[in-house]
């Protein structure tokens, strides 16, 4: 046990703000809540209203410690503490949940594609292929601008866009072939 640190365990919103104050240097809550609107990410987006409650929680649970800012609003310095870094530390290295499946909006919907009509997949599919290269294309200009830590996370999921790419060609192609086939066979 360090410094009354007991190993508690913190959500991934937890995670993701201690990470946001510990290593990029956003240092107050309207900071971190920015960070999170501003997110490329649907996930993190909607997580903004959440922010502020969240980092209550990390107050009271001795991870982060706020202090008085000299402005007329009021403002809060945030940091973490020496327990706020071993939670962060921790969070990062749990193998369980950097493998868990997760929620994925993709893999969710793709056996559903499957039960649609083949002309309807394929036109599905051919317009699933050009928005995921511009999805693509758009990670790639704001991997451009991003620190260290957010440049990690948009590399992997410009890998990531490009698996469900290479997926979706695939299955086109497996469509057409299953088009060309339904077509001889009549």
């Known amino acids: 046990m360090r410094n009354g640190y007991e190993g508690q365990m913190i959500t991934e919103l937890e995670g993701a703000i201690l990470?946001?104050?510990?290593?990029?240097?956003?240092?107050?809550?309207?900071?971190?809540?920015?960070?999170?609107?501003?997110?490329?990410?649907?996930?993190w987006q909607g997580s903004a209203g959440s922010v502020y409650p969240a980092i209550k929680r990390l107050i009271e649970k001795n991870l982060i410690l706020a202090s008085a800012s000299n402005d007329a609003r009021g403002t809060q310095s945030l940091q973490l503490t020496d327990d706020g870094h071993a939670a962060l530390t921790d969070w990062a290295m749990d193998i369980p949940a950097c493998i868990a499946m997760g929620a994925d909006p993709f893999r969710l919907r793709a056996g559903l594609w499957q039960a649609m009509d083949v002309s309807d997949q394929m036109k599905h599919a051919e317009r699933l292929a050009v928005s995921i290269e511009q999805a693509i294309s758009w990670l790639e200009n704001?991997?451009?601008?991003?620190?260290?830590?957010?440049?990690?996370?948009?590399?992997?999921?410009i890998e990531l866009q490009q698996l469900r790419l290479n997926w979706t060609k695939r299955r086109i192609e497996e469509l057409h072939a299953l088009k060309?086939?339904?077509?001889?066979?009549n």
């Open 19 to 43: 990470t946001e104050i510990g290593y990029r240097q956003k240092r107050t809550a309207f900071k971190v809540r920015q960070a999170f609107k501003n997110s490329p990410s649907s996930y």
């Open 142 to 157: 704001y991997l451009n601008n991003q620190d260290q830590y957010e440049a990690v996370q948009a590399k992997l999921a």
């Open 180 to 185: 060309r086939n339904q077509i001889s066979a």
